[in-house]
């Protein structure tokens, strides 16, 4: 969706999609705009709780089986297992995903691994495309005047223009922007801190082989799965950049990370959208 500055500004129902890597501000952003007026759509809270919901329990009770006491408790159904699932805890999506890697160390096989990213793929294009029905329940049911849609940091990764057109065609693109200064800081908290990530299974194919013949590890179940997630996050950085950058260019308008780190209500973010829209279209 393209407009001008003041079209923006006019807008009776402001319907916005955010996009950039993780650590960019995008959750900091949407929480700065009053909830009583913004729907906030969460991209990977829709994954979690509708797409993910059946395999992540799954996991948890597989992983509960492998214990006598708790086996037995499930069997006979006195307990049940369930996921706390929220906006802010995603956690049980990031535990699913998993890591590629040994698995004396909790990493999967590669198998296993390759099967839970083919359910995320399948998983993050479902909720983007459903951002069109929320929209409209948004606003029919529960009265709110705008939208925000905070898109996961691999929907650049899905190679499907389809869902970018239904995006493009619902809301206004707006890609967050690390600036060069950002760049490690990132990077060095994904090493400190290594989480699972989603890759597209070309560039997982790649880097595995390149990491495998670095470290000379004769199997992907040979391998810490934590070492591979902090060797390859500054590659995945990296690779993701220019992809959002098109997604940008082609379908919405750039903004600085810097300059939303300085938004504090709905009025600068509205003047943050209308300036990036401005700049753009110079």
Not at 59 to 76: C, D, I, T
Not at 154 to 177: F, M, N, Q, R, W
Not at 218 to 244: G, H, I
Request: aromatic share 10%; with cysteine; net charge negative.
């Amino acid at each position: 969706m393209k407009m001008s500055p003041q079209a923006f500004l006019d807008w009776q129902s402001k319907r916005i999609t955010l996009l950039a890597m993780s650590g960019a501000g995008k959750t900091t952003l949407a929480n700065k705009l009053p909830k009583a007026k913004w729907f906030h759509y969460s991209g990977d809270y829709r994954i979690g709780t509708k797409y993910l919901h059946e395999p992540i329990l799954d996991n948890l009770k597989r992983h509960a089986m492998s214990v006598p006491f708790l086996r037995e408790l499930l069997l006979s159904d006195s307990i049940y297992i369930s996921d706390k699932i929220t906006v802010d805890n995603l956690a049980p999506v990031s535990t699913f995903l998993g890591k590629v890697g040994n698995p004396q160390l909790g990493g999967l096989s590669l198998r296993e691994f390759k099967r839970r990213q083919n359910l995320h793929h399948q998983a993050e294009i479902a909720a983007m495309q459903d951002v069109p029905e929320f929209i409209h329940k948004a606003e029919d049911i529960y009265g709110y005047k705008h939208f925000i849609n905070d898109a996961g940091g691999s929907v650049c990764e899905l190679d499907c223009p389809e869902t970018l057109e239904v995006l493009a065609g619902h809301t206004l693109i707006i890609y967050i922007k690390i600036p060069p200064s950002m760049e490690q800081t990132i990077i060095e908290r994904a090493k400190t801190d290594p989480k699972p990530l989603y890759y597209r299974e070309a560039f997982l194919d790649e880097k595995l082989a390149e990491f495998l013949a670095l470290k000379n590890y004769a199997s992907t179940d040979a391998m810490p799965p934590d070492e591979f997630v902090t060797w390859v996050f500054p590659e995945l950085f990296k690779s993701r950049l220019p992809r959002y950058q098109a997604i940008a260019r082609d379908y919405g308008y750039t903004v600085d990370a810097d300059e939303v780190a300085a938004v504090n209500n709905e009025d600068d973010f509205l003047q943050l959208v209308a300036s990036a829209i401005a700049r753009q279209t110079a």
